[in-house]
Nanobody, 117 residues
Framework: QVQLVESGGGLVQPGGSLTLSCAASGSSFRVYVMGWYRQAPGKQRELVASISLGGNTNYADSVKGRCTISRDNAKNTLYLQMNSLEPEDTAVYYC???????????WGQGTQVTVSS
């Protein structure tokens, strides 16, 4: 029943900015943690940033200072504002959510972010 839908990916030049969105729908249970992961070609999927229900945030060292994660709890919507993008940021970005008392994991289909001149 739960569906995570990402949007906002695309092609940007180095130094540019991009904002990703993720809307969680179809669940009446509490959404505890939401986060963004990314996977570049030939590399393992890695955490970019996460945010708890109470607003506590966690960032990967590679994006700290360049990215801001936020959420709208009333809408169960997640955002990632990315600035000063580098070619190394090129990857498929996945929305992730932990929902319900059993802390079930849900994933979006992913959105492509390409940083290139």
């Amino acid at each position: 029943q739960v569906q995570l839908v990402e949007s906002g990916g695309g092609l940007v030049q180095p130094g540019g900015s991009l904002t990703l969105s993720c809307a969680a729908s179809g669940s009446s249970f509490r959404v505890y943690v939401m986060g963004w992961y990314r996977q570049a070609p030939g590399k393992q999927r890695e955490l970019v940033a996460s945010i708890s229900l109470g607003g506590n945030t966690n960032y990967a060292d590679s994006v700290k200072g360049r990215c801001t994660i936020s959420r709208d709890n009333a809408k169960n919507t997640l955002y990632l504002q990315m600035n000063s993008l580098e070619p190394e940021d090129t990857a498929v970005y996945y929305c992730h959510a932990v929902i319900g008392l059993l802390r079930s994991d849900y994933w979006g289909q992913g959105t492509q972010v390409t940083v290139s001149s």
